[in-house]
């Protein structure tokens, strides 16, 4: 259950638009609700990933390797993702999510932090436990080489 902002914070309405897109197509969603400067943070890659475009390109890969938050909780990757708690404020939200990838049991964090129009400014990921960084490391590597983009 969430710990809401008021009504009226951006970011309410930005994580309901994104767990809209986590039920669809989230590619074609992003464009609209990332902001030109966002900046991706990584629990594999140590710099900070700049920019719409590739930031787009690691929220489909790990949409590809968590799966998605559909109806029953699986997507194309993972199996059973789900967000288990979310904490909202003004600007900012703290969205814990759980899946297994490959057998590995995953639980994490998506840090999100929005602008005042609602568009995605920061997109943080942490996870733990260390095997299932380890993982995501694998899994997502393949999954960005298999869309061109830069290895994980």
């Known amino acids: 259950m969430p710990t809401a902002a008021p009504d009226a914070a951006p970011v309410v309405g ?7 897109l986590l039920r669809g197509d989230v590619a074609a969603g992003l464009d609209a609700l990332l902001a030109d400067d966002v ?7 140590f710099t900070p990933q700049r920019g719409k475009a590739i930031t787009t ?3 489909v890969a790990a949409y590809g390797t968590l799966g998605g938050s559909g109806g029953d909780g699986d997507g194309p990757g ?7 708690r979310e904490v909202l404020g003004t600007h900012d939200a703290v969205l814990e999510f759980e899946t ?3 057998g590995t049991h995953v639980n994490g964090v998506d840090m999100v932090r929005v602008d005042d129009e609602g568009r995605i400014v920061e997109f943080k990921v942490m ?11 694998e899994v997502m590597r393949a999954q960005l080489e298999a869309m061109g983009g830069p290895p994980g």
């Open 127 to 137: 996870v733990r436990p260390l095997q299932a960084v380890h993982k995501l490391h």
């Open 39 to 45: 900046v991706f943070l990584s629990p594999v890659v």
């Open 100 to 102: 297994t990838v490959d």
């Open 14 to 20: 930005a994580v309901a638009r994104w767990h809209e």
């Open 78 to 84: 993972g199996a059973g993702f789900r967000y288990v």
């Open 57 to 59: 390109m690691y929220l």
